[in-house]
């Protein structure tokens, strides 16, 4: 109640942060305090979960969907790192099939999403497009190899599922990869959501 109070009196609030406890019991009941903020600040919201961070940054992973919490993922990044600091590599995975036009075509979607949320070229970003069978194997994978201090990554679509508290695949990444994770939501009106929602729909 205090922290909503907080933000019903200061517009000028613009993102909430919060810790994820170690102990997985204390925030994965639906209705703890982490689920309900996320749910329901009308704020961009981003939760941290603290494995061991270093005194500087030296390798940034994010992967890179289609919706609003992805896309909000890479501009955090950027906001975190200082030009010419600690490279950033947006990871854009494509599931299944997919022949040599759909790899370039979706390597240019990776490239057109991350110049429209970050205002132009950044030094500090690179891009990955991969062809991979499992999307939740793929990121454990690279945050193993690639030498990552921080995983940044959208809150899932599914992450108002009462029985989750950022969504299947976040909720897996959290406890599996190795470097500390922060889980971004977009704050959008309820419209916006009742229409993305319908779109998905649509697509599948």
Not at 15 to 30: D, H, M, N, W, Y
Not at 127 to 144: C, G, N, P
Request: with cysteine; net charge negative.
């Amino acid at each position: 109640d205090g922290l909503f109070s907080e933000l019903s009196r200061h517009s000028d609030i613009k993102l909430v942060l919060l810790g994820i406890p170690a102990e997985r019991e204390k925030f994965s009941q639906p209705d703890s305090i982490l689920k309900e903020v996320l749910m329901m600040a009308s704020r961009n919201v981003a939760v941290f979960r603290d494995k061991g961070m270093p005194e500087s940054f030296r390798r940034i992973l994010v992967p890179v969907g289609n919706g609003p919490n992805a896309k909000f993922a890479l501009k955090l990044a950027r906001d975190i790192v200082r030009p010419g600091d600690a490279p950033v590599v947006a990871l854009r995975l494509v599931v299944g099939e997919a022949d040599k036009d759909r790899m370039e075509d979706e390597d240019m979607i990776l490239r057109e999403i991350a110049e429209n949320e970050l205002g132009g070229d950044d030094e500090n970003f690179s891009y990955i497009t991969r062809q991979v069978t499992s999307v939740a194997d793929a990121i454990l994978e690279e945050s193993r190899q690639g030498g990552y201090d921080l995983l940044i990554i959208g809150a899932g679509e599914d992450f108002s599922d009462p029985e989750r508290v950022f969504g299947k695949l976040n909720d897996y990444l959290i406890d599996t990869v190795p470097c500390s994770v922060l889980v971004v939501r977009r704050y959008q009106r309820g419209s916006s959501l009742w229409i993305r929602k319908q779109l998905k729909r649509i697509e599948a």
